[in-house]
């Protein structure tokens, strides 16, 4: 059975630090593209962060470039998004997504989500 389970939001003060984490268990997370996505209220889903199979390519939307760092350990198929200098418009649900790669190609995977809010 596949699983992604988000962890690690929560509340937090404009220009704090929060660290999420995605356990996966299921499918072969090695051959797998893994992203964050979020969603802040009343707007569609968008792209945050993406990391390469084997960790070595990373990518980001503009807006969080600098800010956040996505990374991953394979042997513990888990990935992990550090966010830094934390803003109210960072403010949403924060989703974990994984994308077959090669053989896997065409399997895509979400979790539930974890909220994130900015506010003083």
């Known amino acids: 059975q596949v699983q992604l389970v988000e962890s690690g939001g929560g509340l937090v003060q404009p220009g704090g630090s929060l660290r999420l984490s995605c356990a996966a268990s299921g499918f072969t997370f090695s051959s797998y593209a893994m992203s964050w996505y979020r969603q802040a209220s009343g707007k569609e889903r968008e792209f945050a962060a993406t990391i390469a199979p084997a960790g070595g390519f990373t990518n980001y939307v503009n807006s969080v470039k600098g800010r956040f760092t996505i990374s991953r350990d394979n042997a513990k198929k888990t990935v992990y998004l550090q966010m830094n200098n934390l803003k109210p418009e960072d403010t949403a649900v924060y989703y974990c997504n ?23």
């Open 98 to 120: 994984a994308r077959g790669m090669g053989y896997y190609s065409g399997t895509d995977y979400w979790g539930n989500g974890t909220l994130v809010t900015v506010s003083s």
